[in-house]
Nanobody, 118 residues
Framework: QVQFVESGGGLVQPGGSLNLSCAASGSIFSILPMGWYRQAPGNQREPVAAISSRGSTSYVDSVKGRFTISRDNAKNTIHLEMNSLKPEDTAVYYC????????????WGQGTQVTVSS
């Protein structure tokens, strides 16, 4: 069973940047496709970015060109570099295996809060 700890969130102004990190535990991390997800109040949790075990990446259209996902299999971590942040990026950000159900069931960490506001 894999567990996740997210960090790096905070309060930034529109146009600012943040870098998120996720530390994972588990013996199969290096072969898992991984992803970042986010959930704002009143909204469903949604996938944001994904990265395969070999480093191939994909993004939802709303963050494409602004966010970059990466992974370090030797350290069991994934990262999300966020640039040109917008107020609509405000959410709690989570990491998990790519392709998992986004509902409350499952192995979700506590997430890290990102707030974009003037």
């Amino acid at each position: 069973q894999v567990q996740f700890v997210e960090s790096g969130g905070g309060l930034v102004q529109p146009g600012g940047s943040l870098n998120l990190s996720c530390a994972a535990s588990g013996s199969i991390f290096s072969i898992l496709p991984m992803g970042w997800y986010r959930q704002a109040p009143g909204n469903q949790r949604e996938p944001v970015a994904a990265i395969s075990s070999r480093g191939s990446t994909s993004y939802v259209d709303s963050v494409k060109g602004r966010f970059t996902i990466s992974r370090d299999n030797a350290k069991n971590t994934i990262h999300l570099e966020m640039n040109s942040l917008k107020p609509e990026d405000t959410a709690v950000y989570y990491c998990n295996a790519a392709g998992v159900a986004t509902g409350p069931a499952g192995s979700w960490g506590q997430g890290t809060q990102v707030t974009v506001s003037s």
